[in-house]
Nanobody, 117 residues
Framework: QVQLVESGGGLVQPGGSLRLSCAAS?????MSWYRQGPGKERELVAG????????NYADSVKGRFTISRDNVKNTVYLQMNSLKPEDTAVYYC?????????????WGQGTQVTVSS
């Protein structure tokens, strides 16, 4: 099971941009970003395979957010553009590690993103 360290959250005005980073302590099979807004359940925002590079996004962020990875650094990034107040949430990094037959799940501590004027 890897350890995850997130960074990059903060306060931004509507229409602004932020980039989140999540560094893993070791190799991962896939990494994702989830978020949990006030009074809401945690939801998947975007994910990326460390092997194939394939990505997936929630419909609400398609065209605005981009997930990418640096396999050398075991780091995943979430570039968030055209931010909206409804993007306000705690963003959590998630990683799947181990082997396909014995997957281990790790979570970061969360980083707050607030979109407000």
């Amino acid at each position: 099971q890897v350890q995850l360290v997130e960074s990059g959250g903060g306060l931004v005005q509507p229409g602004g941009s932020l980039r989140l980073s999540c560094a893993a302590s070791g190799f991962t099979l896939a990494m994702s970003w989830y978020r949990q807004g006030p009074g809401k359940e945690r939801e998947l925002v975007a994910g990326i395979s460390s092997i194939s590079g394939s990505t997936n996004y929630a419909d609400s962020v398609k065209g605005r957010f981009t997930i990418s990875r640096d396999n050398v650094k075991n780091t995943v990034y979430l570039q968030m553009n055209s931010l909206k107040p409804e993007d306000t949430a705690v963003y959590y990094c998630n990683a799947r590690s181990g082997t396909p037959s014995n997957v281990k799940i790790s979570w970061g501590q969360g980083t707050q993103v607030t979109v407000s004027s």
